[in-house]
């Protein structure tokens, strides 16, 4: 079966750096994607690892580690606008559609 | 830009009607996807198709069915509307390969009541 984890809720301050960490059991690898989802707005990509080690993109970075199964998203600099649910979605083989974690809602505060 | 478009983003019905979401995108994207997104189970897939004419059933397929007869449209259609099909639906599009982002449509809120 398919199996994504990551936190419920998290909260921090405005500033300041947050890693909101992501697990998965699945039949196959093909890709690990993160999603950024406002309230009441569609979910937009952030990022995309397939390969072992860290992605950089500005603010944001990624972070996979095949063998155990993990990721994390690394936003710094936290502005009250990265307030929003943050979804983890694992390709499992080929050309399949994405398999969500349940997503983690962060609260920047200030 | 890629655009994917949903044709309500709110939408009230009665039990048992029969409900039609539209999902159209502008990018001559091979794969759509339809899900639902409730609090607590997060995004769930009820049907893809990765061609015209083609579908395929998700993990919650029950209740529900497809129609693709263009490549840019993708349609779910709930036979009979039940309460527990109130949810938000969100439309998905993406070229096909393992590296092809999903994008989104807005969103739909169907409250069945």
Same mark, same amino acid.
């Given at each position: 079966?398919?199996?994504? &984890?990551?936190?419920?809720?998290?909260?921090?301050?405005?500033?300041?750096?947050?890693?909101?960490?992501?697990?998965?059991?699945?039949?196959?690898?093909?890709?690990l994607?993160?999603?950024?989802?406002?309230?009441?707005?569609?979910?937009?990509? =952030?990022?995309?690892?397939? =390969? &072992?080690?860290?992605?950089?993109?500005? @603010?944001?970075?990624?972070?996979?580690?095949?063998?155990?199964?993990?990721?994390? =998203?690394?936003?710094?600099?936290?502005?009250?606008? &990265?307030?929003?649910?943050?979804?983890?979605?694992? @390709? &499992?083989?080929?050309?399949?559609?994405?398999?969500?974690?349940?997503?983690? @809602?962060l609260?920047?505060?200030? | 830009?890629?655009?994917?478009?949903?044709?309500?983003?709110?939408?009230?019905?009665?039990?048992?009607?029969?409900? #039609?979401?539209?999902?159209?995108?502008?990018?001559?994207?091979?794969?759509?996807?339809?899900y639902?997104?409730?609090?607590?189970?997060?995004?769930?897939?009820?049907? #893809?198709?990765?061609?015209?004419?083609?579908?395929?059933k998700?993990?919650?397929?029950?209740?529900?069915?497809?129609?693709?007869?263009?490549?840019?449209? #993708?349609?779910?259609?709930?036979?009979?509307?039940?309460?527990?099909?109130?949810?938000?639906?969100?439309?998905?599009?993406?070229?096909?390969?393992?590296s092809?982002?999903?994008?989104?449509?807005?969103?739909?809120?169907?409250?069945?009541?």
């Amino acid at each position: 079966g398919q199996n994504i &984890d990551q936190p419920t809720e998290m909260t921090a301050t405005e500033g300041a750096i947050v890693q909101i960490n992501c697990t998965y059991q699945t039949s196959g690898f093909n890709g690990l994607f993160w999603y950024q989802q406002h309230a009441g707005e569609a979910p937009t990509f =952030l990022s995309y690892n397939v =390969l &072992d080690g860290l992605e950089e993109k500005g @603010r944001f970075s990624s972070f996979l580690s095949r063998s155990k199964g993990y990721s994390y =998203l690394l936003l710094k600099e936290l502005q009250m606008k &990265d307030s929003a649910s943050y979804l983890c979605a694992v @390709r &499992d083989k080929g050309n399949t559609p994405l398999v969500f974690g349940k997503g983690t @809602r962060l609260s920047v505060i200030a | 830009d890629v655009k994917v478009t949903q044709s309500s983003r709110y939408l009230v019905k009665r039990t048992g009607e029969k409900v #039609f979401l539209e999902c159209v995108q502008d990018m001559d994207h091979e794969n759509m996807f339809w899900y639902r997104q409730d609090p607590g189970l997060g995004l769930r897939l009820i049907y #893809f198709s990765y061609d015209v004419k083609m579908k395929e059933k998700g993990d919650i397929p029950e209740g529900y069915s497809v129609s693709r007869e263009k490549k840019e449209r #993708f349609s779910l259609i709930l036979e009979s509307a039940s309460t527990n099909q109130t949810s938000m639906y969100l439309c998905a599009s993406s070229l096909p390969g393992q590296s092809h982002e999903q994008y989104f449509g807005p969103g739909t809120r169907l409250t069945v009541t």
